[in-house]
């Protein structure tokens, strides 16, 4: 339960159960004339708080549901999407989705439709979204000890819970349902030389911890002021588990086996084929995906309807897998994985990534530097080359250099040109592993757990004078 209200001012949640999905599925493919029918529903809330200038600016809450109905006629297939959920416009989305399928050139790509799946135990989960006054109780924890510091808060707080369902006519019906609740704060200061941020996630409104986000932004803030400008270089660099996760989470978004088959991407072997059992970074390093991890009550399922399931994608430096889609794992003659379903990265709403971490602290990383720089976070990320995964962007909201074993000074931002590989190869030091939200957009990257590290030769490449 959050400190900041009882628990009887959390909000109802409008989204369907299993029991009215699985009826509103069966409707659905009743009524579609196409040869076969697939079903996808989503059924939504959220709700959200914004403050500026240390007070609430709006706050508001939606709902909705949405049936996608695709049908699929002798290889070819066309989707609808309708939120009229009575007997008549199911039909009518049906017919539509069926005519514009014999219009489409077949797709040879297009694997068929998957059988009942059995799915684990559904878990025990709060799905739940708290209440405006809830969250204005939050926002004010923060705006509150920026008022006290003569600093200005902004932020957001996003929560989000929901409903999925995928059902077909070989009588395949996965149902899951799962909720997220972010909070981000930027203090700054009144001259504009200073500024700081921090974020609490989870995957209920009990997960957030507005007094640590508030009291780290304020004490980032402060300590930003005035920053001096150094010379851009390589250094020995301690990123925050945020920085950390903005950069190595788009090794995520590389690991599609057919990308790395065909010659595309980092994982790519030189001469054909694919890194699978190579070593790639620090034997430290372990990356994996685990449903556990996320908020789902049943686990997940992928973008067919099979159940997720832990992988592992990296262990001790070597690469342990890639992920396969069916056509590609078919064609490739091994077995697909079930990680996710759809899109770059792992995909699909069960997405979680983790780094196993060390023991070693931020304090520790500080005081063990001669010289270094400290990061807070990254922004504005943007790709360079697919094939090394350099990445560029900006450092944002308390970059700091470090000096014999201490802050001394914060500097201006960076842009930075590195990639997730270069530096998981110049590994000094992990600390433990926290759980961040490391997506620009709030809400989109799913559950991400990560630790701080400590790196020898990170590359900036030039100064910004943005704050």
């Not at 990356?287 to 049943?298: C, E, F, K, M, V």
């Not at 001394?408 to 926290?434: M, Q, Y």
Request: aromatic share 6%; proline share 5%.
């Amino acid at each position: 339960m959050s400190r900041f209200a009882p628990t009887s001012l959390y909000a109802p949640v409008d989204i369907l159960s299993r029991a009215d999905a699985e009826e509103l599925a069966q409707r659905a493919l009743k009524n579609s004339p196409a040869e076969e029918t697939r079903v996808t529903i989503n059924s939504s809330a959220r709700a959200d708080t914004r403050f500026a200038l240390n007070q609430v600016t709006t706050s508001g809450e939606n709902r909705d549901t949405s049936v996608t109905i695709t049908a699929l006629v002798s290889g070819r297939s066309a989707s609808v999407t309708t939120n009229r959920l009575d007997e008549a416009s199911l039909a009518a989305a049906g017919r539509q989705a069926t005519e514009i399928a014999r219009l489409v050139p077949p797709n040879p790509e297009r694997m068929p439709e998957l059988g009942a799946q059995e799915y684990p135990p559904v878990r025990n989960r709060d799905i739940s979204l708290p209440s405006p006054s809830e969250r204005a109780l939050a926002a004010k924890a923060v705006t509150e000890k920026a008022r006290k510091a003569g600093l200005i808060a902004t932020g957001f707080i996003e929560c989000r819970a929901g409903a999925t369902a995928l059902a077909n006519s070989k009588g395949l019906f996965a149902y899951d349902s799962t909720s997220v609740v972010t909070m981000t704060a930027t203090v700054r200061t009144t001259d504009g030389t200073g500024s700081g941020w921090a974020c609490s996630d989870g995957d209920t409104f009990a997960d957030i911890d507005a007094e640590r986000v508030g009291a780290t932004a304020v004490e980032k803030a402060l300590g930003s002021r005035g920053p001096v400008a150094i010379e851009p270089g390589r250094y020995v660099t301690i990123l925050e588990p945020t920085a950390a996760a903005n950069l190595i989470q788009l090794i995520a978004g590389a690991m599609q086996a057919r990308s790395a088959d065909e010659g595309r991407s980092f994982f790519s072997k030189p001469g054909g084929g694919n890194k699978l059992g190579m070593k790639v970074v620090d034997e430290r390093v372990t990356l994996l995906t685990d449903p556990a991890d996320g908020a789902s009550t049943s686990g997940g399922y992928d973008a067919d309807g099979m159940p997720l399931e832990k992988v592992i994608w990296i262990e001790n430096g070597v690469v342990k897998n890639l992920n396969y889609d069916r056509y590609w794992a078919q064609k490739m003659g091994t077995k697909p994985t079930h990680a996710g379903g759809g899109g770059g990265g792992f995909g699909g709403g069960g997405r979680t990534l983790r780094m196993l971490g060390g023991n070693t602290s931020t304090a520790e990383m500080i005081k063990s530097t001669e010289r270094g720089i400290l990061v807070t976070r990254f922004w504005y990320i943007r790709s360079v080359d697919p094939r090394t995964l350099v990445n560029t962007g900006l450092t944002r909201d308390g970059t700091f250099l470090i000096e014999n074993g201490k802050i001394t000074h914060p500097v201006k931002n960076f842009r930075f040109n590195e990639s997730p590989i270069f530096f998981l190869n110049n590994l000094e030091a992990l600390g433990p592993v926290v759980r961040v939200n490391a997506s620009e957009a709030l809400g989109a990257g799913g559950a991400t757990f990560m630790p701080a590290l400590k790196v020898r030769d990170f590359t900036f490449s030039s100064l910004s004078d943005a704050v």
